[in-house]
C-alpha cells in the first residue's frame, strides 16, 4: 500500500463520527434493511448474470451499499437524482420497486425504463432519477441543469448527484462544479470514491488524490466522509443537503468507499491485490451495522434472520416478476426516439 | 412590411419567445453582456435580465448539458454555442443525451431544447471557425436539424422549435446575420416539417439548405438565361428529410444535384442521392449530381476558400450537364 493519503486504510478516514449517538432500533434495521436489499438483489444478480438472464454489461455496487442508503435517507420526495450505470442500489434505495428494476435487468417492458436501457440506465420519473448515465462525467452537466430549472422555478429542491471518483479526470466534472458555484445552484456532488477508475487507481490518475481539494478550488465547501458508515454518510448527507437547500451553493462529499467485487462481470481484477479487498472487506458496511446493532442490543439473530428471510422473498418476487415479464413488440422498435404528436403524460420534462 | 437583417429576425423571434414563455431563457458564451458574437442577442440583457440571459464560462459540454437537465427540469432553454466547430466540446451531451434519453427511459423524459448555433464558410475564419458539420448531427436519431435560410424562417423557426418536445438544433449561416430584406409585419411561427420549392422549374431539380441557397438561385438565374428551367429545393430541415418534396420534384424534372457545403464523403447529400436513388431510380434521366466542398479542411486566404466551397458556376457546370446528358 502506498503512503499516499487517498490510500491509507479506511480507518484513517478524518470521517464524519456518528457511531455513538441516537441509533434507535427502527432506524438502524431500517439502514440495514435498504442494504441488505441491495447486497442480495446484486447477488442474484451475479448468478442471472452467469445463467444468461441479464446481458450487456453489469456493474454491482457490492461493497458500496453505504453511500446510496445513506445518501438517499437525506432527500426529500420531489428531489432530483442523477447517478452513473452502477446504479441499482441508487434506484433501490430512492425507492423504485424491486420487481420494475430487476425487470429492466432482463430487458422486460414492465422495467422502469421499459427494457430499453438495461442494468446502466435505470430511470424513473415518478421518483425524479434521471439515470442511469453511462458515460463518465456525463450526468454532472444534466444535474446542474435540473438545479438550474429548480432554482429559476424557486422551487425549493436539491439535485443529488452521484458519481466515482473517475469521473473527476473528467472536463465536464471541473466545467460543472465551477458553474453550480458560479451560479449558487443547488447541488450536492457525492463522489463514490472507491480509488479506481475501473482498474486505475487514484493515484495513478490524479496529480492531486485529495479530492476535496479540487472541490474547494471552486469554492465548494468539501468534506471526506467514510464511505463504509452508513450512518456517517447519512448524517454528512442531510447536513449537505439541508445547506444545499438553505441556498447558499453546492457542496461536496467525497464518500471513501470500495468495490469488493469487479468492476464489471468481465473483469479479472489484475489491477489490485486480493489482500487489499480482503482489507476493505473487515469494514463491510452491512457487516459492522449488525455488529452494532447486536452489541448494542438493538437488534436480535432472529430479528436478522427474519430480515434475511423478507430481502430473499422480495427478490425471489422480483425474479418471478421479471421472468412473466413481456418482450416489447418488435413492432414498437422505433417508438418513443420522438415524442408522439399527442405527447403522453410523462415526467416533470418536457412532455408535461 | 418591413426592412430587417437575418440577425435582427432571430433576435425578434428570441424576444417573442422570451415575451410569451417564462419557462424560455437562454444561456452560452457572450450572449449578455457582450451581445452575443454576432450581435444576435443584443439589447435583451437589458431588457430581460441576467436571469434569463445567462452567460457562461467557456464550457460547451456544461452549458450544453445543463440546458438538457433545465429541460428536463420543465424550461424551455435556448442555448447558443458560438459556432459548430466549438459545438464539438459539447457532442457528448448532444449525441449520448439529448438524444437518447427520451428512448432510453422508455419514453419518461423528452428534452425540449433549442441549440442554436452558427455554422458555414465564407468569412476567411480557417479552418477551426468555417466548418458545415449540421450534416453530422443529421445522422443521429432522437435530434431534429433546422437550418434556417430565409428571413421568414429565421423569424419564424425558433417558436416552432421551442414548441418541439424533443431537442432541436438550429444552424444559422454565418454569412446570412448581414442579409436584408422585407418581412412582414405580422411574420410569426413557420412549420419545420417541409421543404421549400424556393423557385419552381421543370428541366432539372436543385436541393440546398442554409446560405447556399442563394448560390443556387444564382446559377439557376444562369441557367435560366440559357433557356435550362432549374427547380430549387431548399430543405429548411436536414434530420427528418422532406423526401415527398425531394421526390415530387425529381419526378418532374427528372434530374437532381444536391449542393452542400459539408463534404462529400459520408454526408448529407450522400444520403440524398442514396434515396433518390432508392426511391425514385426509374424517374432518373441521368445520375443525381453533387456540388459540394472540397475534401479539405477550410482554408484562410480568400482565394482558396472560394475554391473550396460551392460556387455559382459549378453548380451551373453540374446541372448543364445532366441536362445535355442524353440516354
Redesign the interface.
Known sequence: MSADPAAAPPSAVPAVSTSDRGLTPEHGLRLLHEMLRIRRFEEKCAELYSAGKIRGFLHLYIGEEAVAVGAMRALQPDD?VVATYREHGHALARGISMDRIMAEMYGK?E???????GSM?V???HTRL????A?VG?G???????????K??HRPHVTACFFGDGAVAE??FH??L??AA?WTLPVVFLCENNLYAMGTRLERAQSQTDLATKARSYRIPADPVDGMDVRAVEEAARRAVDAVRLGDGPIFLDLRTYRFRAHSMFDAELYRDKSEVEQWKQRDPIATLTTTLKDRGLATDELLAALEVAVSDEIDQAVQYAEDGAWEPVDDLL?????PAE??R??????? | MGTTTYREAIRAALREALVKDARVFLMGEDVGKYGGSYAVSKGLLDEFGPERIRDTPLSESTFVGAGIGAALGGMRPIVEVMTVNFSLLALDQIVNNAATIRHMSGGQFSIPLVIRMATGAGRQLAAQHAHSLEGWYAHIPGIRIVTPATLEDARGMLWTALQDPDPVLLFEHQTLYNMEGTLADDAGPVDLDRAAVRRAGTDVTLITYGATLYKTLQAASTLAAEGTDAEVIDLRTLRPLDMTTILESVRKTHRAVVVDEGWKSGSLSAEIVARIVEQAFYDLDAPPARVCTAEVPIPYPKHLEDAALPQPPAIAVAARELVTRRV
Request: charged share 20%; net charge neutral.
Open positions: 432530483a417492458q422495467g422502469c425504463s421499459r427494457g430499453r436501457g440506465h430511470f424513473d420519473a434521471y439515470g442511469g448515465n458515460i456525463g454532472l452537466p444534466i444535474a446542474v441543469g435540473l438545479a438550474l430549472a429548480d429559476l422555478r472536463g465536464e466545467e460543472s465551477n458553474l458560479l417508438k418513443d426516439v420522438y415524442t405527447p403522453r410523462g415526467g416533470p420534462g418536457g412532455a408535461a
